[in-house]
């Protein structure tokens, strides 16, 4: 067997066989993923599947990824795997055909004329999902060494791995297992694995019977020794093997340190024509025709065959007799002849390259992005500078209109770093050097780093002239508001907002005043300053609509719903943001297509509406995976997730998400999200020093001004001061938390209040609470205050009473009523009922105790023991422990039973039995301990106060003293009372 003939396949026949049941599974599992080192034959192991396919008629198609083009040849592997779909099948409309085709041309021009605006890129991936939805069944689609591809080649790999629906088609992708580790294609491989949309295949090395026949095809005239050295020097890769048996290698000789070293040791026995026809392939980077290779090569046509010839014999270089292209046998192969050539010489191939390509478009790639990005790539190895640059700007445009925001971002970075070095640089880009940088900042934010789109902004605001180009330098301004937003720097955001609209004219009406708008109203929602935030986007809604801005006008809509949420208009909120995600429906603007998407299911989450909420959520997982966000957004939408759960009162299930979600490590705020759950639901069921922290750790890594999360965290710290019968101290939390709030945050305004009127009743309630009453009562004024000024619509400008604040009300009129000393079952009813599917699930138990109470007082027994046991089995389905004792209290006192309730605990029985004490002397014993007047021991256990006189009367009788404090003092000796 010669060198340049292909060894035999062997030793590969479990791969094979998974291979094909991947084939025969694709409509469950789409995508099949070949890992394995360099050389360890994982393109022998694919040839040898598609032939077998092949002969079975399915369709194989094949692209692969190209070492030298993933910044610079977008979608490459897609542009030859759909080209040669096509050439296979040929013009087939039921394939090719319809809306798709449109898409599909900025992949394949022949298709037709390419989009001329840059398209969204989910309209591509949607195009390409369904030509490989409706191919020929089954159909194997080859993607090759997805380590080099380009970042829009994984995310289109990603998408029909996870989108194909027909199960025509499997998707196989082949990489090497070094070369992807924390990097983004090991990341995106990781998540088709965890997806389950895809299994993973490692091809290991060969041993045995099957290393020892390859290595003997190769060298069969090796002694045993020889043969069985090679082998263990491969350690099982058959390309190592291979290039140790060709090169000559004989044991006892010093093997070279690296394959790379094996290989130059090959190419010193070639004649010239065949290393200048090496040269030229490498150089290139990719598979090139052979008409490219003959108008670069320097010889005549004889020695150009000869190296042809040699070449291939020699096994260093392959040829695809159907497209006449030329490979090298191995990229590592390239990379021991890029090594071995000079500098000078490199750059000779480059400029050779660059010329010919030029001169001869149609010898180039496919798409006009990748041959731009070629030439770029040549004239810049070439140190030809200026064509450099001319080209480079051409590619990010061209790459653009694909879309391939990440592959258009690195041709405008190229371009801003060759930027000094070109002389005549603004006439060679057709831009200045602020519209390169404004052109950049826009690629960075669209390709997803948000850093870079601030600094690349902030430099072209910088070289920008304001008394020159005022309307250039304000859309700057506005584009760099919201994306200071995204990176942290949300308070920097209104001053870019007003320098936007102070320097873009009202008159005539624009787009870019309209944005300018939208931005200001943005970051007066930011502040909280909901009300100009409302006003300022209902004129960009206008304006925008005016001028055919459909975009804009629905991120104005979905900004003025969520400030018109905050100051209570919830009807208004949800229409406003439903219509803002139809009107961005359409946008190529990622940012845009997704503000009304975020907006809309963080409010519907603070309704009554679940169901919606939950819609809203899967509606935006779906378009944050559109425009591949998904992955830092779905943290944020998990969240939410379980916030809805907290609301409907599964707390068992939001308790073991919450803490799912902290393993995963999320970015901070989703922290905090999760942190303030699960610090609401620790103080509800008791654990109340776990759950403080969780609630301040909240507060340490928010603005409490202005973070949402930050600022309900404050209702959870007052209640953990309440369950801990410290009214007093959840009084001095609420001073804080009013005294921080800004004044539109209308709806945690309204419930801090009601909890001060709370907490003020519960004071008055403790012994201590005639002492202190005038003082308690002029302290709460304010919070009464609040409330009638919420239920008026007049706490602030703009506000309306919405169902959160009529709900925030009803409870609020009863908590009032309390304090006055008023019995109003009928108020606790209407906050019971109002408080129903609210957010704060356990506060409809606190309602029906207070109204079993307020029942009790006023004489309906039954009625009450009725809506007592209600109060008890809602907190034991939510676990809410904090409420159990003041319930079992009121039952005891009341004598009513519950069902469920759990058995009393030992305690001080005996020596009360002892003393002659009923039952019922022990309770109003309890509360003589505490200080009550014999009015308050009438009150709370629901008895006239003669009778309460005549009980205290016989209690002393009991004890032998002669006063109450007497009483409280034997007590106290004989550990009496409750515990």
Excluded at 11 to 21: I, M, T, W
Excluded at 661 to 677: G, H, T
């Amino acid at each position: 067997m010669g060198v340049g003939d292909r060894p035999p396949f062997v030793g590969r026949d479990a791969e094979l066989g998974a291979l094909a049941e991947a084939l025969e599974l694709r409509s469950e599992r789409p995508g099949l993923l070949i890992g394995g080192e360099a050389g360890i034959g994982k393109t022998r192991l694919l040839d040898q599947f598609s032939s077998r396919a092949a002969a079975c008629r399915a369709t194989v198609i094949r692209g692969g990824c190209l070492p030298l083009g993933a910044s610079t040849l977008p979608f490459a592997p897609f542009v030859e795997a759909l080209g040669r779909l096509r050439e296979s099948l040929g013009d087939d409309e039921a394939i090719f055909g319809g809306s798709d085709a449109r898409a599909l041309a900025a992949l394949l021009p022949e298709l037709g004329t390419r989009p001329t605006r840059e398209p969204e890129r989910i309209r591509l991936y949607e195009a390409a999902r369904a030509v490989f939805d409706r191919v020929p069944d089954p159909t194997l689609l080859v993607i090759e060494d997805v380590h080099w591809a380009d970042r829009s080649s994984l995310e289109l790999l990603s998408y029909l791995v996870r989108r194909l629906r027909q199960g025509r088609t499997l998707v196989v992708a082949s990489f090497r297992s070094e070369e992807v580790a924390d990097e983004v294609p090991g990341s995106v491989l990781a998540e088709l694995v965890a997806s389950d949309r895809a299994r993973r295949i490692d091809v290991p090395p060969l041993e045995g019977l099957a290393l020892d026949a390859l290595v003997r095809a190769v060298r069969p005239d090796g002694s045993a020794d020889t043969l069985a050295a090679i082998a263990t020097r491969s350690e099982g890769n058959p390309f190592f093997a291979r290039e140790l048996a060709a090169s000559g290698w004989l044991p006892g000789r010093a093997l070279p340190p690296t394959v790379r070293e094996l290989l130059l040791i090959r190419l010193q026995g070639i004649a010239e024509p065949a290393r200048q026809v090496l040269e030229l392939v490498a150089v290139a980077g990719r598979p090139v025709d052979g008409a490219l290779i003959e108008a670069v090569f320097g010889g005549s046509t004889a020695e150009l065959d000869q190296g042809f010839a040699e070449g291939i014999a020699h096994g260093l270089l392959t040829n695809d007799p159907e497209t006449t292209r030329v490979a090298l046998h191995h990229e590592l192969l390239g990379d021991a002849v890029r090594e071995r050539m000079s500098p000078r010489d490199r750059a000779n191939v480059h400029w050779r390259l660059a010329a010919i390509l030029s001169d001869r478009p149609e010898l180039g790639l496919r798409t006009e992005a990748g041959r731009h990005g070629e030439l770029a790539r040549h004239w810049l190895a070439a140190e030809r500078r200026s064509e450099a640059l001319q080209e480079s700007m051409r590619a990010a445009d061209a790459a653009a209109q694909l879309p391939a925001w990440a592959e258009a971002y690195a041709h405008c970075q190229r371009a801003v770093s060759l930027w000094d070095l070109v002389p005549e640089a603004p006439s060679v880009a057709a831009t200045d050097h602020a519209g390169l940088l404004d052109r950049a900042a826009f690629l960075a934010f669209v390709a997803n780093d948000q850093p870079g789109a601030v600094m690349l902004e902030r430099a072209a605001i910088a070289e920008t002239d304001e008394l020159a180009e005022p309307r250039r330098l304000g859309r700057m301004y506005a584009r760099l508001g919201c994306w200071l937003d995204l990176v942290g720097e949300a308070r920097q955001w209104p001053a870019a907002a007003e320098r936007a609209l102070a320097l873009i004219p009202a008159d005539p009406p624009t787009p870019d005043r309209a944005f300018a708008l939208w931005g200001a109203a943005a970051a007066r929602h930011e502040t909280c300053r909901y009300t100009e935030a409302v006003a300022l986007s209902t004129d960009a809604a206008a304006m925008a609509a005016a001028v055919g801005a459909t975009s804009i006008e629905g991120m104005a809509l979905a900004v003025r719903g969520s400030a018109g949420f905050q100051l209570g208009d919830e009807a208004q909120a949800v229409a406003d943001l439903q219509r803002g995600i139809v009107l961005t429906a359409d946008s190529d603007d990622p940012y845009a297509l997704l503000v009304p998407h975020v907006n809309l299911p963080d409010v519907l989450t603070r309704t009554r509406d679940a169901t919606a909420a939950m819609s809203a959520l899967a509606a935006f997982r779906v378009v944050a995976e559109r425009v591949d966000v998904l992955q830092i957004w779905e943290g944020y939408i998990r969240g939410l997730e379980l916030e809805v759960d907290f609301n409907q009162g599964d707390w068992d299930a939001c308790a073991r998400g919450v803490d799912e979600l902290l393993r995963a490590e999320p970015a901070a705020y989703v922290v905090d999200a999760a942190r303030y759950l699960r610090g609401r639901i620790r103080v509800q069921r008791g654990q109340l020093d776990e759950g403080e922290a969780d609630l301040r750790a909240v507060h340490a890594s928010s603005d409490r001004r202005f973070n949402l999360r930050g600022r309900w965290a404050w209702v959870g710290l007052v209640e953990a001061e309440l369950a801990r019968r410290r009214p007093e101290s959840g009084l001095d939390v609420i001073d804080d938390a009013m005294a921080s709030l800004v004044d539109e945050a209308v709806t945690t305004r309204v419930h801090l209040a009601v909890l001060g009127l709370r907490a003020a009743a519960d004071v008055l309630e403790a012994p201590i609470g005639r002492r202190v009453e005038a003082e308690v009562r002029v302290r709460v004024a304010a919070h009464r205050a609040c409330l009638n000024a919420a239920l008026s619509g007049a706490l602030v400008p703009g506000m309306t009473v919405g169902p959160t604040i009529r709900t925030l009300g009803a409870w609020g009129l009863a908590e009032a009523a309390r304090l006055d000393g008023r019995a109003d079952p009928a108020g606790w009813a209407a906050a019971a009922e109002a408080l129903e599917g609210w957010i704060a699930p356990h506060l409809v138990p606190y309602a029906l105790t207070h109204q079993a109470a307020a029942l009790l007082g006023c004489g309906h027994r039954r009625d009450a023991g009725r809506v007592l046991g209600a109060a008890w089995q809602r907190t034991l389905a939510l676990g809410a422990t904090t409420m159990h004792e003041g319930i079992l209290s009121l039952a005891r006192r009341a004598r009513l039973e519950l069902a469920g309730q759990a058995p009393a605990p030992p305690s001080n029985g005996a020596s009360l039995d002892r003393l002659g004490l009923s039952p019922r002397e022990r309770e109003v014993l309890d509360l003589v301990i505490e200080g009550r007047t014999n009015r308050e021991i009438a009150a709370l256990l629901f008895i006239s106060e003669k009778t309460a006189s005549s009980h205290v009367t016989h209690i002393l009788a009991k004890l032998g003293v002669p006063t109450r404090g007497a009483a409280a003092s034997v007590a106290a000796r004989l550990h009496l009372g409750r515990e």
